[in-house]
């Protein structure tokens, strides 16, 4: 042992004041844990030292085979409704919390172990997770983080020096993820599927604590709470959609109370715009396209409103009905407003008038079926705000419907306060250059699998600045040749 002995100062609230929550429970010992990729920037952040993480003793800690001092390892009680149909108990079949951190800034984190082996919550799962899916959990996260999303973040990616059977066999591995917490509608779920009220009630004055303090001393502090997470939910899955994320698999136990994005499985940025965009091999009938994804924030908001109730009012339900009703129903208002405004700052404008909803609504009709990429389309755009049309209007298979938008639009410049060069560039720092393109993470997840990590490395460092375009990189700008087909994303794997 180096005097650089891997440390963490845990302060594990969950396991402290919410008993009956959670099991306790250890990770499967690994045969071989070896770091994959590891996070230095993340790891500063949180006050660690990652010279003595990226050890054999790091390796250990992050596969799940040894829990280090001051840990609480335990697996979260959860249920959910997966593709609209309810399941009493899901929780972490595969998954550890291992603790909570403070960051530098005092902010509180989770460390959890994704793939660290079965637990009581396992049913007929082998508790493990493959290098592919991890790596790309790992490399989304990062994207969207670097995009400016909420979103769950990955500390470290280890083998486990085993082999797992999927289609084939392929490399055991784990997932150490950082997450303001892990709690999710279905977290509050699984009390009230089982009309635990008291423990809706103590999970519901924790999450208040934990994540909207400014509640804790309100009058009507859980119908506050249902506001304040549709409010977060609303702005998460507004930038889902400007910039052409799907998520894929929105669950109500994928949907947490902290308003961050969480477990990216099958999920994919569109390469051309497209609303019923869907990736996933299992949503075959598009519940979780990519236009549908704030009709499903909304009924997955309802369901966290359904458990809800017998706090706002407990003697009298169709009041309880009535109020969280209303909060709900504001849902639609506030997306529409929040998805325009970004909107509004895509398309180069610092000024609001009536007129920009439908303006932006006849942009989308105008890019409807022509097969535009959803990317390249906003940066080229910006190159119209200067005046240079013509490599906006080539993205279109017919452009004639778009360059009388362009008439619409360029009038519409002529009232906003920004010169064209100040436009353009305020364009060029909400439009992403660089995303996650479906086929570059393919190859680097076959390459990663292969043992060769270096496409996976330069992507990441491709996608840790996405606004930025930089020279050599015009390779990772443009959406996938033709022969790549139609992309397929897969669940749990
Ligand atoms: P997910 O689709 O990853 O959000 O997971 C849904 C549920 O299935 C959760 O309860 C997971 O813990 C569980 N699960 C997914 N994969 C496995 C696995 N390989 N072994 C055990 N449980 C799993
Ligand atoms: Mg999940």
């Known amino acids: 042992m180096t005097n650089h002995d891997p440390k ?8 402290r004041e919410l008993e009956g929550f959670y099991v306790p429970w250890q990770g499967a010992k690994a045969p071989a844990p070896t770091i994959v990729q590891f996070n230095d920037e993340l790891a500063d952040d949180l006050g660690l030292d990652s010279d003595a993480l990226k050890t054999a003793d790091g390796a250990a800690i992050f596969a799940g085979s040894v829990a280090p001092d001051g840990a609480a390892p335990l697996a979260q009680a959860y249920a959910g409704h997966q593709f609209g149909g309810f399941s009493e108990q ?24 994704k793939g660290s082996g079965r637990t009581p919550f396992s049913r007929g799962g082998d508790g493990k997770a493959v290098l592919g899916p991890v790596l790309r959990e790992y490399l989304m996260g990062e994207a969207m983080h670097a995009l ?19 289609d084939g066999m392929k490399p055991g591995a784990v997932l150490a993820r950082i997450a303001s917490s892990h709690l999710r509608v279905g977290t509050f779920q699984f009390f009230a599927a089982r009309k635990e009220w008291d423990k809706v009630r103590q999970l519901a004055d924790y999450a208040i604590d934990r994540h909207y ?15 304040a997470v549709l409010e977060n939910q609303a702005q998460l899955v507004a930038k889902w959609l400007h910039l052409g994320f799907v998520h894929g698999v929105m669950n109500t136990d994928n949907m947490t109370i902290s308003g961050e994005t969480i477990d990216y499985g099958p999920c994919a940025f569109v390469d051309e715009y497209d609303p019923k965009a869907v990736f996933s091999s299992i949503d075959r009938d598009g519940r979780y396209a990519f236009g549908n994804q704030p009709v499903i924030a909304q009924w997955n908001l309802t369901r966290l409103a359904e458990t809800l109730l017998p706090l706002i009012d407990a003697d009298d339900s169709e009041n309880a009905i009535r109020l969280a009703t209303n909060v709900i129903n504001t849902f639609v208002g506030r997306y529409t407003e929040i998805w325009t405004n970004g909107m509004r700052a895509k398309i180069g404008l610092a000024s609001v008038e009536e007129g920009d909803g439908d303006l932006i609504n006849d942009m989308f009709t105008a890019m409807d079926g022509q097969k535009v990429d959803y990317t390249l389309f906003f940066r080229h755009l910006a190159h119209a705000a200067l005046g240079k049309n013509d490599e906006v209007i080539a993205l279109f298979e017919d ?46 997840l076959v390459a ?23 020279a050599g990189l015009d390779a990772y700008e443009g959406p996938a040749p033709e022969g790549f087909g139609p992309y397929k994303t897969f669940c749990g794997t």
């Open 90 to 113: 899901l929780g972490d079949g595969r998954a550890l919390l291992l603790g909570e951190l403070l960051d530098k800034e005092g902010a509180r984190f989770d460390l959890h172990l």
């Open 8 to 15: 963490f100062d845990f302060d594990n609230t969950y396991a």
């Open 448 to 470: 990663a699998e292969a043992d060769d990590l270096a496409p996976f490395t330069k992507l990441l460092e491709v996608l840790s600045d996405p606004f930025t375009k930089r």
């Open 399 to 444: 452009g004639t419907k778009f360059e009388s938008w362009l008439t619409l639009w360029q009038d519409r410049l002529l009232r906003d306060p920004l010169d064209p060069s100040a436009r353009a560039k305020a364009m060029n720092k909400v439009n992403p250059i660089y995303i996650p393109r479906n086929h570059r993470v393919e190859e680097a």
């Open 213 to 227: 303090p400014e509640l804790a001393q309100t009058d009507d502090k859980y119908l506050g709470f249902l506001s």
């Open 148 to 166: 400016g999303v909420p979103t769950t973040r990955a500390l470290a990616a280890v083998t486990t020096g085993e082999e797992v059977v999927r």
